[in-house]
């Protein structure tokens, strides 16, 4: 179950994302309650398309660790990993995928649980009040 320190990261983290002219998305990763790597994207500093914050996560945590097989890790992100994240993920093993916001303008959920979610409403709202702010500023 996603935790109030971890949303707290991750809105951190997208929030330094959106300062620096990134789409704020960020990912945490976590292993036996410890957290091993935390990115957010980085598409447009470095140029590259495969910078997203989950393959990011991803990649670092695999170095820490010395393996692909990633699947005694839990992966927290603020947005639905896209189709190329969900297609890494599954090849990294990652069972348990949690998520802010399923996409912008939708109701609030948490992937995999739906338990105590409420108290993590505020946090949500601003995430999602950033990623409004980003995209209409991208027009």
Same mark, same amino acid.
């Given at each position: 179950?996603? =935790?109030? =320190?971890?949303?707290?990261?991750? $809105?951190?983290?997208? /929030?330094?994302?959106?300062? @620096?002219?990134? *789409? ?8 036996? &309650?410890? *957290?091993?790597? @935390?990115?957010?994207? %980085? #598409?447009?500093? /470095? #140029?590259? $398309? ?6 990011? !996560? $991803? ?9 692909? &097989? %990633?699947?005694? !890790? ?5 947005? #639905?990993? !896209? &189709? ?5 993920? #599954?090849?990294?093993?990652?069972? &348990?995928?949690?998520?802010?916001? =399923? ?9 995999? /649980? ?10 949500? =709202? /601003? ?13």
């Amino acid at each position: 179950m996603i =935790d109030e =320190d971890i949303v707290k990261m991750l $809105i951190k983290l997208a /929030t330094q994302a959106y300062k @620096k002219g990134e *789409i704020p998305v960020s990912a945490v990763m976590v292993q036996k &309650n410890k *957290i091993i790597s @935390k990115k957010y994207n %980085l #598409k447009e500093k /470095t #140029k590259d $398309i495969m910078a997203h914050a989950e393959i990011l !996560c $991803i990649r670092e945590t695999a170095k820490k660790l010395k393996r692909w &097989n %990633l699947s005694d !890790c839990d992966l927290y992100v603020t947005l #639905k990993p !896209c &189709n190329m994240c969900m297609e890494v993920i #599954k090849q990294s093993r990652i069972q &348990n995928v949690y998520y802010l916001l =399923d996409k912008l303008d939708y109701k609030h959920e948490f992937s995999k /649980t739906n338990s105590s979610q409420m108290k993590y409403n505020s946090s949500i =709202d /601003t995430y999602q009040q950033l990623l409004s702010d980003f995209f209409q500023n991208m027009r």
